[in-house]
């Protein structure tokens, strides 16, 4: 079986790495101006960074939900009872207030379904792990994040920010993971599925 999630998850992948890297020179940044001062084409330096950090973020939210919709397609393939479609998948994650739910939703529910097959129960208890680290992250990460936004005085270079480049970098890793084991899955099954294909074939010549 064709994964169609699985170049993507990859492609993904790299630009998830971009981002902990153009977060993590913000965060340099930030020291560099509160120890040693800086000139005014450092300023500008920095606001080329972040805005090419926005840029990496808005490409990672698109392909993410595409990587989405296809992880869910690759699963009702494999199994048309799997109790959560592609569409549905989206629903989850985009909908306001609906999506503290759907979020946890979507990775339990795959994480449980994968524990039901051998080929990837590892793969499931790993996913099951990172859930919570990764939703209880998600929430802290939005909570600040949306506080900087409320902010009047804009100040790219306090604490605050310290906290919020620590804190999205910590959960961009985190996701990362659940790419690789979500990948890592699917490819498992996969290959069961395959191999019981080939299998009826055979009993059928």
Known sequence: MNLRSKKLGSVLTKFLWVDIVLSTILLINIFIVRTIGVSESFLYYDSAVTVILSINFLTCIVLYLV???????????????????????????????????GLWNVYATMAKYF????PAFEAGKKL????????????????????????????????????????????????????????TALMNLSEEHSNQDEEENAHSL
């Open 67 to 101: 990587w989405l919709y296809k992880v869910h397609n690759d699963l009702r393939e494999m199994n048309a009872s799997y109790p959560i479609t592609p569409g549905g998948a989206l629903a989850r994650v985009m909908i306001p207030i609906y999506n503290l739910y």
């Open 115 to 118: 524990k039901e097959s051998s």
């Open 128 to 183: 099951a792990i990172y859930t919570p680290i990764y939703y209880f992250l998600y929430v802290i990460t939005s909570v600040i994040n949306s506080s900087l936004n409320m902010q009047s005085d804009y100040d790219p270079f306090t604490f605050i920010w310290v906290v919020s480049y620590i804190g999205d970098a910590v959960l961009v890793f985190m996701f990362i993971l659940i790419v690789k084991v979500v990948t």
